[in-house]
C-alpha cells in the first residue's frame, strides 16, 4: 500500500510542479497573481482528484482508516516536497514558504492540503468497496 502511495505522490509532484510553473510563466502574465492563484488552486485540485481516483483504485482499501492513510501519506509527501523545493531548490525563507499556506494572504496550498486528505475519503466511500 505505501509503494503505491508513493507511486501517485510522485505522479502527483510531476503534474503540480508543472501547474505551479504554467501558473507563474502564463496565468500571471494572463489573469493577474490574484486570479492565477485561484485558476491553479483549481486545476491542482483536479490533479489531486484524479490522482486520488487512481490511487484508491489501486490500492482498494478495505477501511475507511485505510483510505484515510492514502490521503494523510499523500499530503505529507507533497507538504514535503513542497517543503524540499521551496527552501533548498528555491532558497526562500521559511517565513516566505509558510506563507504559501495562508489563505488570509490569498494562498490556497493549506486548503489543498486538507481536501488531499479527505478526497480519498469521498472516493472510498463513493466507490463502496
Given at each position: ?31 493577474g497573481k490574484k486570479y ?36 494523510v501519506l499523500l499530503a ?54
Open positions: 500500500m505505501i509503494l503505491k502511495i508513493v507511486v501517485g505522490f510522485f505522479v502527483l509532484a510531476f503534474f503540480e510542479t508543472i501547474n505551479g510553473i504554467f501558473r507563474i510563466h502564463y496565468l500571471h502574465k494572463r489573469v492565477a492563484k485561484i485558476l491553479s488552486f483549481l486545476l491542482g485540485l483536479i490533479w489531486v482528484f484524479l490522482v486520488s481516483i487512481g490511487l484508491v483504485l489501486w490500492v482498494e482499501p478495505k477501511t475507511t482508516l485505510e483510505a484515510f492513510y492514502i490521503g505529507i509527501l507533497m507538504i514535503s516536497y513542497d517543503l524540499f523545493v521551496g527552501r533548498v531548490l528555491f532558497k526562500l525563507s521559511w517565513s516566505k514558504i509558510f506563507e504559501d499556506f495562508d489563505p488570509r494572504k490569498g494562498n490556497l496550498l493549506g486548503f489543498g492540503m486538507m481536501l488531499m486528505v479527505v478526497i480519498p475519503l469521498f472516493l472510498y466511500w463513493t466507490f463502496d468497496f
